[in-house]
């Protein structure tokens, strides 16, 4: 149980290009997903929480404006990086969870490794 | 400003040779501190969760405790496959109001020798 996946799993793209990404829990209704970004040998960081039919709350120093959440059903929520710069080249890492996530498991999906080119 | 420090920050040991992972924090107020383990390329995979000090979960040859500083994960006759990094991250009642915000430690990097 509380399988959460990612799609795609990596993504080479031009700069100025826009890229989304996918996350899925398959076996659960995810009330709140969260979105990290992990640079080599660092750990995660926040980058927004989202919850289903409400906006994303962003962590500070993350743009809302590039960075764009949607959480439309309990089971998906997608991050688009707008005119994406080779600074944004990471492993994007989306978790869910259950319940009203204050004592909740965060289950994690595989990670979308993006590279911009 | 909730902060975790993990260490080492890599380990080496030969397969059966017992250790320990430390994770320090310091946060407002604890909710729970989380240990994950981390594949390369991969997501973190969730492993246990300690909620107050004295507590103490165990999985396979893994065993996790907590105090009111620091927790420790503990390794029982480590495998080869047992190699990852392994990360701590502590849900704290934050300022802002964010009551399920998870801070990640940088992670400890175990290499379990055959």
Not at chain 1, 71 to 90: G, N, R, Y
Not at chain 2, 23 to 32: E, F, N, P, W
Not at chain 2, 72 to 94: G, W
């Amino acid at each position: 149980g509380a399988v959460v996946s990612q799609h795609p799993s990596w993504v080479i793209c031009k700069s100025g290009t826009s890229v989304k990404i996918e996350c899925r829990s398959l076996d659960f209704q995810a009330t709140t997903m969260f979105w990290y970004r992990q640079f080599p040998k660092q750990s995660l960081m926040l980058m927004a929480t989202s919850n289903e039919g409400s906006k994303a709350t962003y962590e500070q120093g993350v743009e809302k404006d590039k960075f764009l959440i949607n959480h439309a059903s309990l089971t998906l929520s997608t991050l688009t990086v707008t005119s994406a710069h080779p600074e944004d080249s990471s492993f994007y890492i989306c978790s869910a969870s259950q319940g009203q996530a204050t004592l909740e498991t965060q289950y994690f999906g595989p990670g979308t490794r993006l590279l911009v080119l | 400003e909730d902060q975790v420090t993990q260490s080492p920050e890599a380990l080496r040991l030969q397969e059966g040779e017992s250790s320990s992972l430390n994770c320090s924090y310091t946060v407002s107020g604890l909710r729970g501190l989380f240990w994950y383990r981390q594949d390369p390329g991969k997501g973190p995979e969730f492993l246990f969760t300690l909620y107050s000090a004295g507590e103490e979960k165990e999985k396979e040859r893994l065993k996790a405790t907590l105090t009111k500083k620091e927790s420790f994960l503990h390794i029982t006759a480590p495998k080869p496959e047992d190699s990852a990094t392994y990360l701590c991250a502590v849900q704290a009642i934050s300022s802002g109001g964010s009551n399920y915000k998870l801070t990640f430690g940088k992670g400890t990097l175990l290499t379990v020798n055959p």
